[in-house]
C-alpha cells in the first residue's frame, strides 16, 4: 500500500514565524502536491511537483514556498506565517505511469497561526 | 480552468435508504473524475474513479456512481446507507491531458441516521 505521511499531525506558531511542513512517501510517485482544506471551501491547491528541483505554482500559492530536493519529500514553507493560514494542510502524491491521475493523501496537518 | 460544483452542503438518509451524493463538473477534454471520503481528522480515501468505459463505476463500501456525460456529472449513489457512512465526501475532475492535479468540490456532509 501507498503511504503518505506527514510530520506532524497537529502545529501552533506564531504570527512572523517561519513554518515547515514535511511530506514523505514512500511509492517512488514522480508527483506530489500540497492542497489546504478550509470548511465549505474544498481543498485548494497550493504547488505541486511533478520532478525532483521541479515546482509549479497551483491555485492559491501565495504566501508559500515549496522544496523537493529528493523524490520522496516535499515540504511547503510558510516564510512568515499570518492567521489567515490557519487551515489543514494535506499532502498527496500520485505516479504518471498509471495514467489516471489517482492521488494518496497523508493524513493532514492542521495549522493554528496565533 | 476546470471547477466542480457540490451543490448540498449536507445530505441526510435514515440508515437503510438509498443515498445520492451530486457532483458536476466542467473541464476542457476528457474528464478524469473521482470520489474521496474523509473521516473525522483524517486525510482523504479513496472511494472510486471513472477514467474511460462503463458509465457506471463501483468502488469501495458498496458505492457506486454514474458518469453522465451529457449533463457533466458523476453522482456518488449507495443503495442502502449505514450509519458508519457518515463523513465528507469530495468529488474532484482532473482533464485527461495536461495538469495531473485534482480539482475539488467544496464536499457535501453525510448524515446517515439510525
Known amino acids: 500500500d501507498v503511504k503518505v505521511t506527514q510530520s506532524s499531525r497537529y502545529l501552533v506558531k506564531r504570527t512572523g514565524e517561519k513554518v515547515f511542513l514535511e511530506c514523505v512517501q514512500d511509492m517512488d510517485h514522480e508527483n506530489m502536491f500540497w492542497y489546504r482544506q478550509d470548511p465549505g471551501l474544498g481543498l485548494r491547491l497550493i504547488y505541486f511537483?511533478?520532478?525532483?528541483?521541479?515546482?509549479e505554482k497551483g491555485d492559491i500559492p501565495e504566501g508559500y514556498s515549496v522544496s523537493r530536493e529528493k523524490k520522496e519529500r516535499f515540504s511547503l514553507i510558510l516564510e512568515s506565517a499570518s492567521t489567515n493560514q490557519t487551515s489543514m494542510y494535506l499532502c498527496?502524491?500520485?505516479?504518471?505511469?498509471?495514467?489516471?491521475?489517482?492521488?494518496?493523501f497523508g493524513p493532514g496537518t492542521r495549522l493554528t497561526v496565533t | 480552468a476546470q471547477s466542480v460544483a457540490q451543490p448540498e452542503d449536507q445530505v441526510n438518509v435514515a440508515e437503510g435508504n438509498p443515498l445520492t451524493v451530486k457532483c458536476t463538473y466542467s473541464?476542457?477534454?476528457?474528464?478524469?473524475l473521482f470520489w474521496y471520503v474523509q473521516y473525522p481528522n483524517r486525510g482523504l480515501q479513496f472511494l472510486l474513479k471513472y477514467i474511460t468505459g462503463d458509465n457506471l463505476v463501483k468502488g469501495s463500501y458498496g458505492f457506486e456512481a454514474e458518469f453522465n456525460k451529457s449533463q457533466t456529472s458523476f453522482h456518488l449513489k449507495k443503495p442502502s446507507a449505514l450509519v458508519s457512512d457518515s463523513a465528507l465526501y469530495f468529488c474532484a475532475v482532473s482533464p485527461d491531458m495536461g495538469r495531473r492535479a485534482l480539482t475539488f468540490g467544496s464536499g457535501t456532509r453525510l448524515q446517515v441516521q439510525p
Open positions: 511537483s511533478y520532478d525532483v528541483k521541479m515546482k
Open positions: 473541464v476542457s477534454g476528457n474528464p478524469y
Open positions: 498527496a502524491s500520485s505516479f504518471t505511469a498509471s495514467g489516471t491521475h489517482e492521488q494518496y
